[in-house]
């Protein structure tokens, strides 16, 4: 059982986040400290002239939400929203917090995922602690 745990959270059609929180369920000790992280990635430049006036805050709010509600799930349940390259902030903030499992979803990989990696994967390969890919 694990004491703290991380739970990167992504809220598109690919990704359900009901089956790793379940999972951190199953795994977590008494008390143990559930935080759930969302990263938001940056938006290419000639893209946010297409999004209307706002649309950031307000999903950055939306997103604020939903974790909240979620963390309150569980006794010792947190939640961090962090800018930047998923796969660098999940293992900067796993080592930040002093994870000890961290519990990730992952999509079927495609053809550039074998020559890329998907996040999931980097996160499996330089994470320091114990990780749980769901599928």
């Given at each position: 059982?694990?004491?703290?745990?991380?739970?990167?959270?992504?809220?598109?059609?690919?990704?359900?986040?009901?089956?790793?929180?379940?999972?951190?369920?199953?795994?977590?000790?008494?008390?143990?400290?559930?935080?759930?992280?969302?990263?938001?990635?940056?938006?290419?430049?000639?893209?946010?002239?297409?999004?209307?006036?706002?649309?950031?805050?307000?999903l950055q709010g939306a997103?604020?939400?939903?974790?909240?509600?979620?963390?309150?799930?569980?006794?010792?349940?947190?939640?961090?929203?962090?800018?930047?390259?998923?796969?660098?902030?999940?293992?900067?903030?796993a080592e930040e917090i002093?994870?000890?499992?961290?519990?990730?979803?992952?999509?079927?990989?495609?053809?550039?995922?074998?020559?890329?990696?998907?996040?999931?994967?980097?996160?499996?390969?330089?994470?320091?602690?114990?990780?749980?890919?769901?599928?």
């Amino acid at each position: 059982m694990y004491s703290n745990i991380l739970v990167p959270v992504a809220f598109d059609e690919e990704h359900n986040p009901d089956a790793a929180l379940n999972v951190a369920r199953a795994l977590s000790s008494d008390g143990a400290r559930v935080t759930l992280l969302h990263v938001m990635e940056d938006v290419p430049a000639y893209a946010i002239s297409y999004m209307p006036e706002g649309y950031a805050v307000e999903l950055q709010g939306a997103i604020e939400s939903e974790l909240r509600s979620r963390a309150a799930e569980f006794d010792d349940g947190a939640w961090k929203i962090l800018a930047g390259q998923a796969a660098h902030e999940i293992l900067t903030y796993a080592e930040e917090i002093g994870a000890d499992c961290i519990v990730i979803a992952s999509h079927r990989p495609g053809f550039g995922d074998y020559l890329i990696g998907s996040t999931a994967g980097r996160v499996v390969r330089h994470a320091t602690c114990a990780v749980m890919v769901m599928r």
